[in-house]
């Protein structure tokens, strides 16, 4: 596995399309940072024009001169800000897309262990905290340490013995600074991942809100929401502590500093050793050393916050997906939908035995074979090692003789239908969730897919008929409407391999009946894995596997394995089906 990047080179890398905007932001800024230090210079001058050469002329001249260059200075600030801001909206809307592409290549596996609300808010807060860090804070930390150089080279140069007053009150500073930025950079991990979990929190009870009502869980979830806002809280008000602390010790030491130059700087004026305008001038350059330093140090303390958002945003794109296109994959042009498992065990990370265990079956191009057995037997891991959802341990899973492994990913799904027990719609309209099988299918292919899927006739019952919003994930519709509209979807996708996983397990006998006749005419001339409890699905499976325990136990049609009294007859005595 190829080691991760350092940050520094991870960095230039998310920076790498912005450089031309940057650079012309460093330029901009280097040019105002050079006029800061230009200001007090001319300031001065006018100083001593009034008050030493008492020329009003010279002021006249110096107050213009001050004035364009202060419009130029605007001039220089507003094409920096422009600059920052573009760049810094355009790396989160990079760094977010990124995140949500690689989040797509991970299997179902990785988000059956992560939650979907702490992911959002990987790709909302802390994508944010780092794109505004790699911009605006960079840069400006990069403004203020040339304006913080050229004060301190221009002090040096007007009086040093001065200037090692002012800096006497530096080390302190930056001493509380590093204190504070490693308390900051806990304080900010620790306030990221409860932020997560409240959002995970919320998401959760609003997602579910009718499993929440139906069992009057609305004070639980009241009070679990406001458990984690009070930790938040608490996080929050241990970094406002933090902050404020550091913001005056900052503030009392540079108050300490300008008051010492004041103090010697006066003092070295009424002996004559400094003119007025000198004064003026390195009370200015004074005061920007004080505000420079003050906001360098501020800075430091938010590049340490940045990297608890740092680390978590790197960790979720170094994750590589556990199942991936191999080197040299071959393309999988529309295949016969010949479907074979040779001698496959899989074993999920977390369990103590396979989940399936030398199973070896096959599913000639346009046969129906059906897979049933009890909970747990391991039908749903086969749909899912022939989606590629996983890779068998041990064995090979086939289609048309090909190893799946070595063809490529979005050939192989694009040959399959998949209609599972819990149908997922989108909250768009109902013709946006059946041309989710192909994107690019025009309306009158959408309506015929929604008659193949005896789903045309409800259609036409909705409010806004193809253009009625379905609500999120399908509300408003029933659960036979939902999983007609899912096989209407596959009809339009027109594979060469369909899979139902308990398809029918929810529906209602008017809806099974519906959904029967839809599955009749998408099984027509193509290959079909059927998985079922309720074994009416499969009497007219070409063949039927029984598993239990990961094994196949049994095989056979419907008629012969109820002849021969093992577990399938069992099964089907339970449903009265025999």
């Known amino acids: ?3 991760s990047p350092s940050a520094s080179r991870w960095f230039a890398r998310l920076l790498r399309p912005f450089t031309g905007r940057l650079a012309v932001a460093v330029l901009c ?56 801001q573009s760049a810094a909206a355009g790396l989160l ?112 009870a609003l997602s579910g809100i009718r499993t929440v009502q139906a069992f009057v869980r609305e004070p ?43 103090y010697y700087a006066l003092d070295l004026a009424t002996r004559g050793l400094i003119t007025h305008g000198q004064l003026f001038s390195f009370m200015y350059f004074t005061f920007l050393v004080a505000t420079s330093v003050g906001s360098l140090t501020s800075l430091y303390g938010r590049f340490a916050a940045a990297g608890g958002a740092t680390k978590r945003i790197r960790e979720l794109l170094d994750t590589a997906p556990a199942v991936a296109d191999a080197e040299g994959a071959k393309a999988l042009p529309r295949p016969r939908g010949d479907v074979g498992f040779e001698g496959v065990t899989f074993q999920y990370p977390s369990a103590e035995k ?34 590629r959802f996983h890779d068998p341990g041990s064995g090979r899973v086939t289609v048309d003789g090909e190893d799946l492994r070595g063809v490529k990913l979005p050939d192989l799904r694009a040959a399959i239908g998949f209609v599972p027990q819990d149908v997922f719609l989108f909250g768009g309209t109902v013709a946006e969730n059946i041309r989710y099988g192909k994107p690019e299918a ?16 409800f259609i036409g019952r909705l409010p806004k008929a193809y253009e009625t919003v379905v609500g999120e994930r399908g509300v408003r519709l029933s659960t036979g409407e939902r999983q007609r509209i899912a096989i209407a979807r596959v009809f339009l996708k027109d594979p060469a391999i369909v899979v139902l996983d308990e398809a029918t397990s929810a529906l209602d006998a008017e809806s ?48 012969e394995l109820l002849a021969k009294g093992g577990l399938y007859r069992r099964l089907c005595d339970l449903q009265m089906l025999s």
């Open 354 to 387: 396979p989940a399936v265990d030398g199973v070896t079956l096959a599913a000639p191009a346009g046969t129906m074979l059906a897979l049933v057995g009890p909970s747990g037997a391991g039908k749903t891991t086969l749909a899912s090692l022939l989606l």
């Open 29 to 84: 800024l280097c040019a105002s940072s050079a006029l800061n230090l230009v200001y007090p210079v001319f300031m001065g001058r006018s100083v001593d024009s009034a008050f030493v050469e008492r020329s009003r002329s010279l002021l006249e001249r110096y107050a213009l001169l001050l004035v364009a260059l202060f419009a130029f200075g605007s001039l220089l600030n507003f094409v920096e800000t422009w600059l920052l």
């Open 1 to 3: 596995m190829p080691r």
């Open 442 to 457: 025009t309306e009158a292919e959408v309506k015929a897919a929604a008659e193949a899927a005896h789903a045309a006739e």
């Open 93 to 204: 809307r990079d760094l977010r897309a990124r995140l949500q592409s690689h989040l797509l290549t991970l299997t179902p596996a990785f988000f059956d262990n992560r939650r979907t609300g702490e992911l959002l808010s990987r790709l909302t807060g802390d994508a944010a905290t780092l794109g505004n860090v790699l911009t605006r804070d960079l840069v400006d930390g990069l403004q203020r340490s040339l304006v913080l150089a050229g004060a301190l080279v221009v002090l040096v140069s007007v009086h040093f013995r001065l200037t090692l007053v002012m800096l006497a009150t530096v080390p302190p500073v930056v001493a509380a600074a590093v204190l504070f930025a490693r308390r900051i950079e806990k304080l900010s991990e620790k306030e990221q991942d409860i932020l997560a979990e409240t959002g995970v929190a919320a998401e959760e």
């Open 512 to 559: 099974e009946s519906a959904v029967q006749g839809a599955f009749e005419r998408l099984f027509q001339g193509r290959t079909s894995l059927v998985i079922a409890h309720r074994l009416a699905t499969v009497r007219r499976a070409t063949a039927v596997a029984v598993l239990d325990g990961g094994r196949v136990v049994e095989r056979g049609t419907h008629e």
């Open 220 to 262: 639980f979830e009241r009070a679990r929401y406001g458990e984690r806002l009070g930790r938040l809280f608490g996080i929050e008000l241990k970094a406002a502590l933090a902050w404020g602390a550091f913001h005056s010790g900052v503030q009392f030491f540079g108050i300490c500093a300008v008051g010492a130059v004041f």
